[in-house]
T-cell receptor
Framework: QQQVKQSPQSLIVQKGGISIINCAYE??????FPWYQQFPGKGPALLIA?????SEKKEGRFTISFNKSAKQFSLHIMDSQPGDSATYFC?????????FGTGTRLKVLA | GAVVSQHPSRVICKSGTSVKIECRSL??????MFWYRQFPKQSLMLMAT?????????EQGVEKDKFLINHASLTLSTLTVTSAHPEDSSFYIC???????????FGPGTRLLVL
């Protein structure tokens, strides 16, 4: 019940394309859903976050879509760039502890 | 804002020795910090939650006598890997909970190699 399932495991997108990463959770106590971007050998960096009372949040090229009834949320990266090539983690947070998804390795081809 | 640093960034040590890793919140105070471990191509695994002025809370399966955590101030938490062995080699990452009480800000990580 504590798991956050993330897919796909890896993703290859052409420059300028849309990258979509999906996550699903079971724990209804989760009330905060951040996404993190991690480059090799670095710590994760906060990208964007959403709470379940909002169905969508957009910041620049990054958009989170949230479906509370389905307990699913997704990250969309518009106009993907080679510099976006990294590993992305979704997170479910409740009782102040993070539960990380398994990660998606994104490669954007130039 | 919300910058977290870690020191050292890399450390190589001999089996049986102890290694201390520092985690600092540079521009905010953090009553709660977290320590994670990450193996290659895997997700982050929470090891323990560190609260300023009190004992750390360890996750199931994490040996508290092997991974000593001290959170002596609102800006500093330390992780000491005692009697390190090759299987302790990993990427250790700390985070600090921000002023919103929810968001965690991560340090750059420490690569530990035990020979």
């Amino acid at each position: 019940q504590q798991q956050v399932k993330q897919s796909p495991q890896s993703l290859i997108v052409q420059k300028g394309g849309i990258s979509i990463i999906n996550c699903a959770y079971e724990n209804t106590a989760f009330d905060y859903f951040p996404w993190y971007q991690q480059f090799p050998g670095k710590g994760p960096a906060l990208l964007i976050a959403i709470r379940p009372d909002v169905s969508e949040k957009k910041e620049g090229r990054f958009t989170i879509s949230f479906n509370k009834s389905a307990k699913q949320f997704s990250l969309h990266i518009m106009d993907s760039q080679p510099g976006d090539s990294a590993t992305y983690f979704c997170v479910g947070s409740g009782t102040y502890k993070y539960i990380f998804g398994t990660g998606t390795r994104l490669k954007v081809l130039a | 804002g919300a910058v977290v640093s870690q020191h050292p960034s890399r450390v190589i040590c001999k089996s049986g020795t102890s290694v201390k890793i520092e985690c600092r919140s540079l521009d905010f105070q953090a009553t709660t910090m977290f320590w994670y471990r990450q193996f290659p191509k895997q997700s982050l695994m929470l090891m323990a939650t560190s609260n300023e002025g009190s004992k750390a809370t360890y996750e199931q399966g994490v040996e508290k006598d092997k991974f000593l955590i001290n959170h002596a101030s609102l800006t500093l938490s330390t992780l000491t890997v005692t009697s390190a062995h090759p299987e302790d080699s990993s990427f250790y990452i700390c985070s600090a909970r921000g002023v919103d009480g929810e968001t965690q800000y991560f340090g750059p990580g420490t690569r530990l190699l035990v020979l």
